[in-house]
């Protein structure tokens, strides 16, 4: 019989490594909480680096996974694990138990909640929206103020929950600053009468075309950059949003009125993902996501022989990257039960 | 008198060398999350002192590590030693604790009176 697989969480991470562990030979069993597949990717519009639709990587994943290896179970959230010897035991929320010979977690990330950064207004005031909250305006064909009308100036706020220690995250999401400037774009593109700026401590710029999208961002969209720490968000008598910042290169404080402010929140380990983690002894990083055994040749295995990870449970990670992570974590498992397992 | 003739401009230069660094070592001796700042200005954002005067605590960070000191005891008599720019620090410097600190290093290494 062929070895069966277990994968934990269908997004792009757990639906890429299912369809090649199934290529591979593997029988796999596909676990998903929620009731369609796809995870984050379904939420956003175009994607960064060369806005790509993210329905065509959506069809793409649902390709993959199309096999008769693969047996997919949606609606349906794992809770907990145990194994003897070589054999995991994986239980589910409904009550369910599924016997398999390796474990993948592909459980992915959560959005930073920005209420918790109160300051900011996110849930106070109605025009404080979240990148993801713009993403989904986007896929609607649908962005606008609250009140209808076109916004003129909008405003985006990077490292919302990321680096900085009063949420209790010191680690930069690393994929927000580009998701900034990508959603400057998309909005003068739909608005090219507005002005669009962003409020950045450092502009990490490093992955492949995002320094060009940068520049472009200057060159044909005029979006503006200014580097501080919002401190805080008010309302005025104009009903329009007050940002609060020192803009550092000219050292000097500066309040500035926009209709918009899009709260650039990071990537969290799941919620679920944690408790995961401490029902099963599975460690967890300092950063929350899971840890992996050696951050040059282990970032697919933890402390547990035979589970294995993929994707950004492990880390903050873009699409690209988690499509090598989870093309890696296969070769891994199937290293694994062909000579691996002791 | 009036002085005439000939004198020099100062340089605008930091002279990294010959500045005096012994305030900022000594307040990063009993404070050392100074050197954690990144510069972001949240802090002088937040301030009050700062919205009305040249005051920026982030300014008077990178003042002392740079041992530009003549200006960093001018300025850092405005600090109302309030607190609310710890509320603010992305990465936990314990600023007030900066301000008060390079007030006492000023007057222990040179007399100087606040
Ligand atoms: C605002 C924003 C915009 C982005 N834009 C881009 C972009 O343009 N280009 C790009 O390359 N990347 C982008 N990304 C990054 C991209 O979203 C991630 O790289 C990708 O989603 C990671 O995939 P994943 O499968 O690891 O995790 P996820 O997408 O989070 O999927 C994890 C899946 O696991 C399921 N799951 C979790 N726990 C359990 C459990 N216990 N049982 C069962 N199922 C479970 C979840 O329901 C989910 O479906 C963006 C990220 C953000 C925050
Ligand atoms: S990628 Fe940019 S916005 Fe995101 S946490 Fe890092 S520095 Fe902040
Ligand atoms: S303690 Fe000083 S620097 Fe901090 S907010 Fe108050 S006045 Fe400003
Ligand atoms: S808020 Fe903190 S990190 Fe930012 S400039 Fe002030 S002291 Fe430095």
Known sequence: ?342 | MEKFGFSLTKARVIDYDANDRSIVSYILEREPSLNLCIECGCCSAACTTGNFTGFSLREIHILLKRGENDLVRQKIRKCMLCGKCILVCPRGVNTRNVVFLAKQAFTKNEGYEF
């Open chain 1, 1 to 342: 019989m062929n070895p069966h697989v277990i994968v934990i969480g269908g997004g792009t991470a757990g639906m890429e490594a299912a369809g090649r562990l199934a290529r591979a030979g593997m029988s796999v069993t596909l676990i998903e909480k929620g009731k369609d597949l796809g995870g984050h990717l379904r939420d956003w519009y175009h994607l960064f680096p060369d806005r790509r639709s993210s329905d065509e990587v959506l069809e793409y994943l649902k390709g993959q996974i199309s096999h008769q290896n693969i047996r997919l179970l949606t609606g349906q959230q794992v809770t907990g694990f145990i194994h003897k010897g070589n054999e995991f035991t994986v239980s589910t929320g409904n009550g369910d138990t599924i016997n398999g010979d390796a474990l993948l977690l592909a459980t992915g990330f959560d959005l930073f909640k920005s209420e918790r950064k109160e300051e900011y207004g996110y849930g106070i005031y109605e025009n404080v929206i979240t990148s993801a909250d713009l993403e989904a305006m986007f896929r609607k064909k649908e962005v606008k103020l609250v009140s209808g009308k076109k916004p003129e100036r909008i405003g985006f706020l990077h490292c919302v929950g990321s680096r900085d220690e009063k949420v209790g995250n010191i680690y930069c999401s690393k994929l927000c600053c580009v998701t900034a400037v990508k959603q400057a774009i998309e909005v003068k593109k739909i608005f090219p009468a507005s002005k669009v700026f962003c409020f950045y401590m450092d502009m990490r710029m490093g992955g492949a075309l995002y320094e060009e999208l940068y520049k472009e961002a200057q060159e044909k969209y005029s979006v503006g950059f200014i580097r501080g720490k919002v401190s805080e968000v008010a309302v005025n008598i104009n009903n329009r949003l007050v940002a609060k910042v020192e803009d550092t290169l000219v050292g000097r404080p500066l309040k500035m009125e926009l209709d918009m402010l899009v709260l650039m929140a990071g990537m969290e380990m799941s919620e679920d993902a944690v408790r995961l983690a401490k029902e099963t002894n599975l460690q967890m990083g300092e950063n929350r996501f899971f840890k992996p055994a050696d951050h040059h040749f282990g970032t697919n295995m933890g402390n547990v022989n035979g589970v294995f990870y993929a994707g950004a449970c492990t880390a903050p990670l873009n699409i690209t990257e988690t499509i090598s992570h989870a093309r890696s974590a296969v070769t891994e498992i199937v290293n694994y039960l062909n000579t691996g397992r002791k």
